[in-house]
């Protein structure tokens, strides 16, 4: 998959208010942009875990992402979990 449609597609899932920021998304720091995402989402240091613990598990994928190697079906993958964290803390909003 194209690093752009990748970009626009995780900044949708994970905070769809700042679509227009997805650009970040694109470069190699993509673990540490999505972890100061979710960082954004909550002052709950609990919550902010979960989502740092769901980067960690899929950091195999991120990293495949960064180096464009990544199969759809891998970051179909990483799309749920995040999904799923959004969903089970209440994040919706964002």
């Not at 970040?24 to 720091?29: R, T, V, Y």
């Not at 875990?49 to 495949?64: C, H, P, Q, T």
Request: hydrophobic share 40%.
């Amino acid at each position: 998959m194209e690093r752009d449609l990748i970009a626009r597609a995780l900044m949708n899932v994970l905070d769809v208010a700042h679509f227009y920021d997805y650009e970040k998304l694109k470069n190699d720091d993509l673990y540490e942009q999505l972890k100061a995402i979710i960082h954004s989402f909550t002052d709950n240091q609990e919550i902010a875990e979960k989502g740092y613990a769901v980067l960690d598990k899929n950091k195999a994928i991120i990293d495949k992402i960064v180096s464009n190697t990544n199969s759809y079906e891998e970051f179909q993958l990483l799309c749920e979990d995040l999904r799923t964290f959004k969903r089970q803390n209440g994040l919706l909003s964002h």
